[in-house]
T-cell receptor
C-alpha cells in the first residue's frame, strides 16, 4: 500500500536557523506530493506541491524537491521565523483513485526568538 | 474564491445526540473526503466519495454516516455522539488541474462530545 513517513517531532529551532523536515514515501505508481501547514487553531493550508520527478515546489521561502530515486520530498527553509511555528504534513495522492490519498503523521515545529 | 466550506466551526454535543457536519466545494471536484484529526495521530480518513452518488469507508468509519448530496456537497453525520468522537473534523476535495491533482481542505470543525 501507499504510505508517507515523516521526521518525528517536535522540532525546536532558533530564529534564522536552517530547517529540514524529512519525508519519504512508498506508492504503487507516480504520486503527486504535497506539504501542508497547520497553524495553531486553524485548518490545513497547502504550502507547496510537486507533481513529477525532479519538480521543485516552493512557497514563502520553503522548498521541496520530488526525488524519485530516493522516494523523498524533504521540506527546507534557509532561515525560519517565529511565524513559521506550526505543524507540517507531508502527503501524496495518486491520480485515478480517490482512495489513494495518504498523509504523514505531522511534524510540530517551534521557532524561538 | 470560497474553495471548501464546512460548518459548523465549533460544536458541543451531549453523549447520544446527533448532528450533521456540512461541507461544500465550488471547484467542480469529483472527489471529496472527511478526515478526523487527533493529537499524535495525524489525519485519519473517515469516509470518501470518488464521485457523485458513491461513498466508501475509510480507515475509521464506525459511528459515522455520509451523504454525497450532489457534486458540490458531502455531509458527515454522527447518529449518536460518543466522547471518543471528540476531534477536529476536516472536509477536503480533490480534482485534476493543469498542474495535476491537488487537495484542498476546509477550515475544520472542532467537535466536543461531553
Amino acid at each position: 500500500g501507499n504510505s508517507v513517513t515523516q521526521m518525528e517531532g517536535p522540532v525546536t529551532l532558533s530564529e534564522e536557523a536552517f530547517l529540514t523536515i524529512n519525508c519519504t514515501y512508498t506508492a504503487t505508481g507516480y504520486p503527486s506530493l504535497f506539504w501542508y501547514v497547520q497553524y495553531p487553531g486553524e485548518g490545513l493550508q497547502l504550502l507547496l506541491k510537486a507533481t513529477k520527478a525532479d519538480d521543485k515546489g516552493s512557497n514563502k521561502g520553503f522548498e521541496a524537491t520530488y526525488r524519485k530515486e530516493t522516494t523523498s520530498f524533504h521540506l527546507e527553509k534557509g532561515s525560519v521565523q517565529v511565524s513559521d511555528s506550526a505543524v507540517y504534513f507531508c502527503a501524496l495522492i495518486l491520480a485515478g483513485s480517490a482512495r489513494q490519498l495518504t498523509f504523514g503523521s505531522g511534524t510540530q515545529l517551534t521557532v524561538l526568538p | 474564491n470560497a474553495g471548501v466550506t464546512q460548518t459548523p466551526k465549533f460544536q458541543v454535543l451531549k453523549t447520544g445526540q446527533s448532528m450533521t457536519l456540512q461541507c461544500a466545494q465550488d471547484m467542480n471536484h469529483n472527489s471529496m473526503y472527511w478526515y478526523r484529526q487527533d493529537p499524535g495521530m495525524g489525519l485519519r480518513l473517515i469516509y470518501y466519495s470518488a464521485s457523485e452518488g458513491t461513498t466508501d469507508k475509510g480507515e475509521v468509519p464506525n459511528g459515522y454516516n455520509v451523504s454525497r448530496l450532489n457534486k458540490r456537497e458531502f455531509s458527515l453525520r454522527l447518529e449518536s455522539a460518543a466522547p471518543s468522537q471528540t476531534s477536529v473534523y476536516f472536509c477536503a476535495s480533490s480534482g485534476r488541474s493543469h498542474s495535476g491533482n491537488t487537495i484542498y481542505f476546509g477550515e475544520g470543525s472542532w467537535l466536543t462530545v461531553v
